[in-house]
């Protein structure tokens, strides 16, 4: 049931899909209709409601591509097909305990939060303040405090944990981590980095191989979407091309050679 | 620290990478080198083992994409590329209830007893008898037999759970089934299809429109690996150019009209 | 030598690349400056020209690609990248004779023109006049009206060739004309054709399986355009995912069975 | 009809076709059965023959893409797709000129030949013999020595034409040969390079631009092949994911800066 102060997804139809905060007095309006917030306290998720022009919506539970979409994001966030793969890709699991640079707009912190559960703990670093205080609002408007850290510092000069499950990077120069991510890891544990250009892919593995890690793996992933429509299915003409690289690695204890 | 009876990953390269159960007495080989398990029990994992040969190996934590590349599958089972996608995407955090079909040699099943931790649960249906015991197997080798019950019926008959917070399938004609995903899943849950071919995909976002869904997605992911070489960094030459199709919606209390 | 009359295209840079004819008296204006076209008449193709804003810009030969970028078309038009393939894999040549379906605004028209060189011919058949009007005239303005007759007639009645090269389809139901090709081709003689859905390819495959064609291919091409900077090189984020299906086999002398 | 020694493609299945030189006296064998050599001159093209065990099998005039197939080729040679698309964006047509390097095992060569017709001229260096020994055969085969010049020259010491219409590079280090090419180009003619490695891309375009191109476009072309069939029609799982980049531009007149 819907109460004040929830996050929801508010959903018109598939290009107008909104993230709210239900709050009581207030309104919530688009091209397609208005509605009065305090109509949706005390309803099940998944209700369908009527906007002031007699189209209808429905209220939601936000998913994690809901908060991609309706997320307050100055910086460009990663995409969710990128942040599925490289959480999964990590072997993380609920409880676990991980490291991530840049927070950025908190989009991956979000997620890894929510993967790792009640119990689990993302620390993340950014040297940005004004891009943390964005970042913790929406950690705050999500509930997931209890389960983030912020850590203002320069990575680059090392973390400040050991022994971590997992390292997720998403920053202009990775390969100046490496080794510092290495000390920061649990045997095994992998590391996770995103790079958008070509030649970050050259740099950032040959910088992992050269700190230990094994397994290295670079990636990327596209993604295209399907109209669906009866004898006229197709991909969408139009579509993103490209986001990034991801390359991963576990954290070896090689011996020294 | 590495006991008897831990399934770990023996890495020795890129293209020899082994999902092994730890036994006492036991040996393991390969082309590169054999080696004596009991050595392996005590190692902290991420430890470099030292084969017959002389060559390297490493004896890891086995994430996701290990299990993926070691299991025992006598059918074709998803790929991590999707399996990441359909997981996300669903919205499914730790402690959740979800319903599979088929299970398969149940890698979606263990993927998804992963992310939903110890309080988590898969319900996982299946016609043939001969594949559940498969999965079984894998899923007790990997010690998570608490997270999944495994019934062996027809879902086109219907489930026996209600309420659960998302559903799964990966089996000949979903578009059978999209009535009683509805009326299994909790308003605004999800319900997250894959289907190989491209007829599949209209087929089921029509069926899913007509049993009361809503935000219906028909998406393709496609993966490409990158060679990490000195001066010479691009894709792999050949590859996986096609998996399937991945179909997803919430269900709505849709007013019936 | 740029002479009065004929079509150059006019390079400002990447994103403002124009088809001009040049003609005594005329002004040629954009955003980023004007010219007098009677100053560029005399000057060797390749040349440099200064707007009068002072920006520089240079008069080329026009290429396939440019005549793409701009063509006078009121319809979608097939892609560059398409129409290489479409004529590539049809094993025409120079001197060839060929059949086209629609005509639509002409630009597949006009590439298979410039291939089949002087002595080639390419019939074309709309059922619109306006269309083929348009078509004209963009063939008109490229001087190529002698390598091109246009037909006003629908093709699912039949070709009024015979022995032709090869066919050339691109319209909503080119299943109902794989008999008719078949029947106008030369044997040994390529069908090629576009369509936009995936539907479409089973059906075309089969119309022309069923018509007499082997060596029967669908294929795709996903064109991903790439941003030079040093050191950030990687592919445009945004671009065309999507275009259409290419199915293409030959005409056999089957014995019927 | 077909003759003795014509070059025939022998079209048994999918995956079963060979560019044969047709000789008297001569037999075809393959594991879907033999035929003598004999009996296929006077056959129109497109006729079906009967093979030793009773399979059916087809006569063709080669295309391109069965010459790219059936070519005797010990290098790597460059993919159907990808030559398309490098022929059709340089601008080229019926009676050009055209400088290649390499020339390789003379795929592209015979490409360009093709499309330039009997007017058209290609003039080809390489730096190895016994490749070109190779390509002369290809090329001898095929009926096209006309058309092409063989040098055995390394062009990063310049090229012996000028004015040409259009040069096609595919050899390890273009960069160096943009200068040369310039001052072979016809103002407005065009450069057409085909690099494997991401890191080249970068270099050739950086080249291009110091060295008085315009107009530079990198690509990649994508090739998915799908497999037709009722109720089950999809793209093949398995397939080539990569090829190299195609960089192009334009000699244009720049006043020097």
Known sequence: MIKEDDVITFWIDMKRTYLIKVKKGKKFGSDKGAINLDSIIGLEYGSEVTLSTGNKAYVL??????????????????????????????????????????????????????????KGRVITYDIRQDMQEIAKKNIELLNLTDRVTFKLK???????????????????????VAKHAYDALKPSGSIVIFVPTTNQIEK????????GFIDIHAEELILREYQIKENATRPKNIGVMHTGYIIRGRKSLKSST
């Open 61 to 118: 539970k936000p998913s994690l591509i809901d908060i991609y979409n309706g997320l307050k994001r100055p910086s460009q966030v990663l995409y969710p097909k990128d942040v599925a793969y490289m959480i999964y890709s990590s072997g993380i699991q609920p409880g676990d305990i991980v490291l991530e640079a840049g927070t950025g707009s908190g989009f991956l912190t979000i997620s890894l939060a929510y993967y790792l559960g009640e």
């Open 204 to 211: 950032v593995g040959i910088a992992l191989k050269n700190s």
């Open 154 to 176: 320069d990575v680059r000069e090392g973390f400040e944990e050991s022994n971590v499950d997992a390292i997720f990077l998403d920053m202009p120069d990775p390969w100046n």
